[in-house]
T-cell receptor, first 115, second 110 residues
């Protein structure tokens, strides 16, 4: 089974802190994604990556950056955390390829609270 | 924006079939229909996907209309553990992220 793990289930940080959210997948997937989920807004894509050292902006990249130094690991970075970044953060991975239908596998999520 | 329309909520009696509808009238020829669900406080879970033929796996069945403008996810014998938000998503193959709408909140009642 595909396993996507996230470094923390719950995290509390203070405004202005630099925050790292880590995601690791063990199935050699090329694609990795970061979403945030807020009540009434559903899941929104922050950033995604199709390969090591590659990244693409999603729908709401402002205030975030990402790092993909190794294929299995995709990090989301909040350079200076703000209270409006309090949210559930979800990481996902999938196989690459237009020749086959692919599915995304999600981690359990990290609930981040910024005080 | 999500390209699908789903009812916000549905109830289903335990042991009965749950039929979750989805409208996707603007679906393109190269777009698949995907279904995911999210149980409270967990990440979304893949259920099933299809292009134009009906599909079945160990979790559910997917019925797609001939014109592909709508589909129905069927959970044949719903259990309390199937209580979740169910998302219908259309997307093309390849490196395209999922776009989640608001989904249908299914409540399975004992």
């Amino acid at each position: 089974d595909v396993k996507v793990t996230q470094s923390s289930r719950y995290l509390v940080k203070r405004t202005g802190e630099k925050v790292f959210l880590e995601c690791v997948q063990d199935m050699d997937h090329e694609n990795m994604f970061w979403y945030r989920q807020d009540p009434g807004l559903g899941l929104r894509l922050i950033y995604f990556s199709y390969d090591v050292k590659m990244k693409e902006k999603g729908d709401i990249p402002e205030g975030y950056s990402v790092s993909r130094e190794k294929k299995e690991r995709f990090s989301l970075i909040l350079e200076s955390a703000s209270t409006n970044q309090t949210s559930m953060y979800l990481c996902a991975s999938s196989l690459q390829g237009a020749a086959r239908s692919d599915t995304q596998y999600f981690g359990p999520g990290t609930r981040l609270t910024v005080l | 924006d999500a390209k699908t329309t789903q009812p916000p909520s549905m109830d289903c009696a335990e042991g009965r079939a749950a039929n979750l509808p989805c409208n996707h009238s603007t679906i393109s020829g190269n777009e698949y229909v995907y279904w995911y669900r999210q149980i409270h406080s967990q990440g979304p879970q893949y259920i099933i996907h299809g292009l134009k033929n009906n599909e079945t796996n160990e979790m559910a069945s997917l019925i797609i209309t001939e014109d592909r403008k709508s589909s129905t996810l069927i959970l044949p014998h719903a259990t309390l553990r199937d209580t979740a938000v169910y998302y219908c998503i259309v997307r093309a193959l390849g490196n395209t992220p999922l776009v989640f709408g608001k989904g249908t909140r299914l409540s399975v009642i004992a």
